[in-house]
């Protein structure tokens, strides 16, 4: 080992995450790779000839993983940028209408994809998983400083869309993300086809699940506000199967789409059952609070997912259903609506959480040895003199808007 590239990174604190906050530590880093993480004496005398840079009244912590967000949409913010008078399938048409007079694709929307892929970045986001139904996340994915994972989103509900979707599956390299958006959405035997895909290939397989409450009704009785939509969208033909009982985890697993590579986004309106499901079968889910919030939605029983070992991820979804998009928000927001949930936990999905869900915790989402050195310098806004304070104000201040950025 080049013995002089080695840098200790030291500060008051030091949140590895995967085990207790360090008071008084550092970080060893190699060339990009964590050596070790400790008190800064015991890494001195460790590495005694590596230069110490020192983060004062700054904490250190792993970088943050955005598992849900939609750039594409970042130009419809119009949006959320006013109170939410509509039912969940109201704002869908809003955002369709909005979406066909600004256009779906072009230099404005581009221009605002970009954006806000920078300000995630600097906000202190290494990952974004990207879900989108046009070519603007892969474009972008090549410069993002971090990484962008863009999934191409597949709908169509109608059996007359069916074939038609199959055969464009059928086309996709087998690089390219492909996603469903949702049981609502997209047909049963394209989800199939798409999680067969997935599975194969090796890739994580996000779709929307439980998110409104009317989708439990079209799944159990094939009625409700979700299937007057699609009707009136033209896309309901009577194939759909109702299953008259049970809620979408339970279709989804009828389906043989649930496995330790699937992410339920979302996962709002879920019963204990279901929750048992989601442990047993090792799926992965990724919270929303802000969108959630914005759409009226409902709440996830975030307490009962950490109580049957699931680490939830975190997403900011987009600026059509959420007014700001920062996962220090979504971390704030959560802590005032779960006050059982500690903030330990809350900052442990923000991290690991993320990084478990997209197939990335073997490299990502703690400060542990031999894991990339991907790691924030976080000032706070008052010094901290407990390890629960750490975490508290961690997760619960306004701020951290543009945190010291660490990869050496």
């Given at each position: 080992m080049d013995v002089d590239s080695i840098r200790i990174h030291a500060a008051p604190w030091v949140v590895p995450v995967c085990r207790g906050a360090i008071r008084d530590g550092g970080v060893a880093v190699h060339r990009g790779i964590i050596l070790a993480v400790d008190t800064l004496p015991r890494l001195q005398q460790q590495y005694p000839q590596a230069p110490v840079v020192a983060h004062p009244a700054a904490v250190l912590v792993p970088a943050l993983v955005n598992a849900h967000i939609h750039l594409e949409l970042s130009h419809l913010a119009a949006l959320a940028a006013a109170p939410l008078d509509a039912t969940f399938t109201g704002w869908i048409v809003r955002l369709l209408q909005l979406r066909d007079t600004l256009g779906a694709i072009g230099e404005q929307a581009e221009q605002a994809?970009?954006?806000?892929?920078?300000?995630?970045?600097?906000?202190?986001?290494?990952?974004?998983?990207?879900?989108?139904?046009?070519a603007i996340g892969r474009?972008?994915?090549?410069?993002?400083?971090?990484?962008l994972l863009p999934y191409r989103e597949y709908l169509g509900l109608a059996e007359q869309t069916l074939a038609k979707n199959v055969q464009r599956l059928s086309q996709e390299d087998d690089a390219d993300l492909c996603s469903g958006h949702a049981p609502y959405s997209t047909h049963p035997r394209l989800l199939r086809r798409l999680k067969e895909r997935a599975r194969g290939l090796g890739h994580?397989?996000?779709?929307?699940?439980?998110?409104?409450?009317?989708?439990?009704?079209?799944?159990?009785?094939g009625r409700g506000e979700m299937v007057e939509f699609v009707r009136q969208r033209g896309f309901w033909d009577d194939s759909f199967v109702p299953r008259g009982s049970g809620g979408s985890i339970h279709y989804l697993r009828d389906l043989g789409?649930?496995?330790?590579r699937t992410l339920c986004i979302h996962a709002i309106h879920v019963v204990d059952e279901e929750i048992r499901i989601i442990a047993g079968e090792g799926v992965k889910v990724c919270l929303c609070p802000g969108s959630n919030q914005f759409l009226a939605t409902g709440t996830a029983p975030v307490r009962a997912y950490l109580d049957h070992g699931i680490l939830p991820a975190l997403g900011t979804d987009s600026l059509a259903s959420n007014?700001?998009?920062?996962l220090w928000r979504e971390m704030r927001l959560l802590a005032a609506a779960h006050p059982t949930v500690t903030p330990a936990e809350i900052l442990r999905m923000a991290t690991l959480g993320g990084a478990e869900a997209l197939g990335l915790g073997h490299c990502l989402g703690t400060l542990e040895a031999g894991k990339e050195a991907d790691l924030l310098a976080v000032?706070?806004?008052?010094?901290?003199?407990?390890?629960e304070q750490v975490y508290r104000l961690l997760v619960t201040s306004v701020g951290h808007p543009e945190p010291e950025r660490i990869g050496q």
């Open positions: 994809a970009r954006r806000i892929a920078d300000q995630q970045y600097r906000s202190g986001v290494s990952v974004l998983a990207d879900i989108g139904n046009t474009t972008l994915a090549s410069s993002f400083p971090g990484t994580v397989f996000p779709i929307h699940t439980a998110e409104p409450a009317a989708e439990g009704e079209m799944i159990r009785e789409l649930l496995d330790h007014p700001e998009l920062s000032r706070l806004a008052e010094d901290p003199e407990s390890e």
